[in-house]
């Protein structure tokens, strides 16, 4: 796993665009191509993430406001016993 995860960044690296000029010219057009999917992928995810964890806050507050509500229910209910 360690060896594919190296080979994967050592590719991926060898697609950035400041390292052009080392790059061999059959290479050029893969390693380029699969730098900015990998790009793509990452800003894809980040995005993703922020999504959901938007709607977990907003699902926990309407749960915390709810339980709130409940809870103090609860509680006067208890006191006027």
């Given at each position: ?50 999504i959901?964890g938007?709607?977990?806050m ?24």
């Open positions: 796993m360690l060896r594919v995860c190296a080979i994967v960044l050592a590719a991926y690296n060898c697609g950035y665009p400041g390292l052009a000029i080392l790059r061999p010219a059959a290479l050029e057009q893969p390693l380029t191509s699969f730098h900015n999917e990998v790009n793509a992928a990452i800003r894809q995810a980040v995005t993703g993430a922020e959901a938007s709607k977990i907003v699902l926990a507050g309407s749960n915390a406001e709810r339980a709130k509500r409940e809870l103090a229910g609860n509680f006067s209910d208890s006191q006027k016993n």
